[in-house]
Structure formats: C-alpha cells, structure tokens
C-alpha cells in the first residue's frame, strides 16, 4: 500500500482561472467529496462558479478512480497528507478548501496538518466531533458487511438518506443519479473510508486555530449533520459566515448547487481579499 503522500490522486480541473479578466489574484477552489462518492457530486457546483475562478476536485482514497489508492491504515490523516501530495502535485501551494461531510472532516484535517495550504475553509453539511462509540461502532460493522460481501448494498439506503424531503419528493432524476453513485464506488474504498472515519478525532481546536475565513453551510433539511451541527462549527469559528440552503438535505451540493457555488465564490473572493492584505 502506497504511502499517503506518494499518492497522486486523480484530480479534476473544471477551470484553470486563465480566462480571468482582472489582475487580482483569484485563489483555486478544492472540493472534496462526501462518503459515499465521488468528485462527481461537484460538477454542478463548479460550473455554477464564475469562469475565471480555478476550480479543482479530488477523488478521495478508495473512491471514484482513486479506487486502488488507499494507504495501509484507514485515517483521515492519510486522506489529508494525499490531498495536500496531490495538491502540490498540480501546482496548488495555497486554496480555499471546502468539504462537504467527510470531505470536511478532510478539511479539518488539512487545516491541523497543512495550515500553509488553507486560505480559506468551507464546512458544507459537516461536523468537527468524533463519533459516538455506537456510531464507531455502527461503521466497524458496515465496513466488515461491505468486505464480506464485496458489494456496496450495506450503503445503499445513504443515497435516500443524505437527500432532502424535497428532492425526494420532487426530484427523481437526481435520486436516480445519488444512487448510481453510491453503487459505483469500489466496495473496499468504502470500507476503508468507513474505518478512516470511525478512527477520526474531535477537531474543534483546529476550526478556532484557524485563522482564514470560513464558511459553514448546511442543507435545511439535512437530517444527517443538521442545522444544530452547523451551529456547533459557527460557535467554534464565530468569524464564519453561516449559510443554511433552502430546499437541500444532507446533499446541499447536488440539491442546490447554484446557492452553494455562491457561497463558495464569497468565500473564495474574502480569501482573495486577505491575500492581497
Ligand atoms: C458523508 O456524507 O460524507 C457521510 O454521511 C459522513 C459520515 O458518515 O459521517
């Protein structure tokens, strides 16, 4: 098993920012994804962002094509020091970071491990708290399930769960594409991942250590990291801005991801701004 930051993960580049019309440094924008996906979950998002701005997304270890980079010992940590690899990889010494659930506890993790490559955080329908032990507990055995059968199908029940009562209810084309997603990923990235993030530390110092702009975002309807988690992270980082997205669940991304490429372009353009300082 490779080490994590001999690791290139496949990195997709929606904008490289050379269309930009003004001389002001506009800052690349890395999305990283939730579990149990892909960099897939982005592509609205990104083409909802201005052109000019540089846009980057990663398959995690284990997922999308990024299938057979899984370091020996599932953590975060790894999935960190791979990310800030594969960065440096493609030229990215400096970014706004956004993550949405596990792809932010990725972030939190970049920003305790690699503080010189955040400008700016985006904590999108996630949390800084470790698991319950019944929730630790709760992925050991769905990581064993997945192995044992070699097939995603312990997971499958996420695709509904991470959506919104409104898209559920009105929106079959993305249910349909959630789940095509869920049953694309390699059963054992799965389980790699669940274990990464059962083995994950609290990492509220870290969100009030940072000293860049953040923002926290949450679906209203998120059910799986709902608006009191949000309101957790924004205790920790009182300078964030909060921004609760009408008419999303768990998936904010790819139930609203005009209102979320919004959010992130603020962001981006207040790491912009404290750059030029
Ligand atoms: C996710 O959306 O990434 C997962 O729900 C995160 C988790 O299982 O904690």
Do not use: I
């Not at 993790?109 to 999108?124: K, M, T």
């Amino acid at each position: 098993a490779p080490d994590p930051a001999d690791l290139v993960l496949p990195v997709r580049t929606y904008a490289d920012g050379t269309g930009r019309a003004h001389h002001h440094a506009a800052l690349p924008v890395v999305l990283l994804h939730a579990f149990p996906f892909d960099a897939r979950m982005w592509d609205e998002v990104a083409a909802a962002l201005p052109a000019d701005r540089p846009v980057l997304a990663l398959d995690l270890p284990g997922h999308g094509a990024a299938a057979g980079l899984t370091p020996a010992e599932p953590s975060l940590e790894a999935v960190a020091d791979a990310v800030a690899a594969s960065l440096s990889e493609v030229g990215v010494a400096r970014a706004v970071v956004a993550g949405l659930s596990m792809g932010g506890y990725v972030a939190l993790a970049l920003v305790e491990r690699h503080p010189g490559l955040v400008a700016g955080l985006g904590l999108l329908d996630t949390r800084a708290t470790a698991d319950p032990d019944e929730a630790r507990a709760n992925r050991l055995r769905v990581a064993a399930a997945v192995e044992a059968s070699s097939t995603v199908d312990e997971v499958r029940p996420m695709a509904r769960a991470v959506l919104g009562a409104t898209t559920l209810a009105g929106r079959p084309d993305v249910v349909d594409r959630v789940a095509t997603w869920v049953g694309e990923q390699p059963p054992a990235g799965v389980a790699w991942s669940q274990r990464a993030m059962a083995a994950r530390p609290e990492r509220g110092a870290a969100l009030a250590a940072f000293a860049g702009p953040v923002l926290v975002l949450v679906g209203d309807e998120d059910t799986v990291t709902p608006l009191a988690d949000a309101e957790r992270l924004r205790a920790a980082a009182p300078h964030a801005e909060l921004v609760v997205v009408p008419g999303a669940g768990h998936l904010s991304a790819v139930e609203q991801p005009a209102l979320v490429a919004e959010a992130l372009e603020r962001l981006a353009r207040r790491a912009d701004a404290a750059a030029e300082r």
